[in-house]
């Protein structure tokens, strides 16, 4: 995983807690603008989250925050 979509998901995902608190969903679009600008990143964001480790389409962000911190 790349040091910017690693970044990304971690400054999302805290943003996420801090305004909705630690049982906030997210999903790996949540990392993206609502446009395909960077189709490569996109598609390791979700190789990620789908093929590595079979994750359901929305999950808590603290455990996407735990997963990404081990990398």
């Known amino acids: ?15 996420k807690i801090a305004q909705k608190g630690t049982n906030v969903g997210v999903s790996f679009y949540a990392f993206f603008k609502n446009k395909n600008d960077n189709p490569v990143l996109l598609m390791e964001a979700a190789t ?18 735990e997963l990404v911190k081990t990398l």
């Open 1 to 15: 995983m790349t040091s910017d979509l690693k970044n990304t998901i971690l400054e999302v995902c805290d943003k």
């Open 48 to 65: 990620w989250w789908i093929k590595t480790h079979q994750l359901n389409h929305f999950e808590k962000a603290v455990k996407i925050k």
